[in-house]
Every structure is written in C-alpha cells, then in structure tokens.
Nanobody, 123 residues
Framework: QLQLKESGGGLVQPGGSLRLSCTAS????????ISWFRKAPGKEREGVFC??????SLTLSDSVKGRFTISRVKNTVYLQMNSLKPEDTAEYYC??????????????????WGQGTQVTVSS
C-alpha cells in the first residue's frame, strides 16, 4: 500500500509563493506517476501538474503555466507555486497512478490519494 501525505499549504497574499510537498511511503515510486489536483468550492476537481518516475513532467492546467513547477527528490514530490492568484485558492491533493509513465487528467485513473492541504490566496 502506498500512503501519500501533503504539507505546505497555508494563507498567502496575491503574488506570493508556496511550496507544497507530497511525501510517499509504503512502497517504491518506480513506474508511478504523481500528480497534483486541486478542488475549489463550487468547481470541478482539476489536474494541476504531474511527474513520472522517469522525471518527465506535464502541466495539466493552462492556468498555472509559467507560475508553477514540479520536482521530485526520492520519495517526495514538490509543487512550487509562484505568483499566486486568488483563483488558485483550493484544497490541493497529490495522487499516485501506479504502473504507468503517462500523466492522466482523469482522477479516476489514480490509485492512491493524500488527504489534501488547503491553499488560500487572499489579501
């Protein structure tokens, strides 16, 4: 079983930065895609960014291009969020899709999920 735990959320002013962490335990992340999703009140869950175990990454949302980056060090995946906007306010989740290098935007493809971390962008 793979366990995922997010951290790093909080309250930040518009234009500020946050770095979210997703730490995996319980099994190897070999041949596994880790993606960040977010869910804002009243909106559909949205894929944000993903990274596979070969180091390939893909932006899943046009709204974060040029502002967010993703990286991975051992069993932790980081989502660096810069130039934050109020519309980035959401609960952020990391999820694992085991046995693939393909980044899917479909939440149903993912096998494991973390509990989420809240990001609030407000002045």
């Amino acid at each position: 079983q793979l366990q995922l735990k997010e951290s790093g959320g909080g309250l930040v002013q518009p234009g500020g930065s946050l770095r979210l962490s997703c730490t995996a335990s319980g099994r190897s992340l070999d041949h596994t895609v880790i993606s960040w999703f977010r869910k804002a009140p009243g909106k559909e869950r949205e894929g944000v960014f993903c990274i596979n175990s070969a180091g390939g990454s893909l932006t899943l949302s046009d709204s974060v291009k040029g502002r967010f980056t993703i990286s991975r060090v051992k069993n932790t995946v980081y989502l660096q969020m810069n130039s934050l906007k109020p519309e980035d306010t959401a609960e952020y989740y990391c999820a694992a899709d085991v046995g693939t290098y393909y980044c899917s935007t479909e939440a149903g493809e993912y096998d494991y999920w973390g509990q989420g971390t809240q990001v609030t962008v407000s002045s």
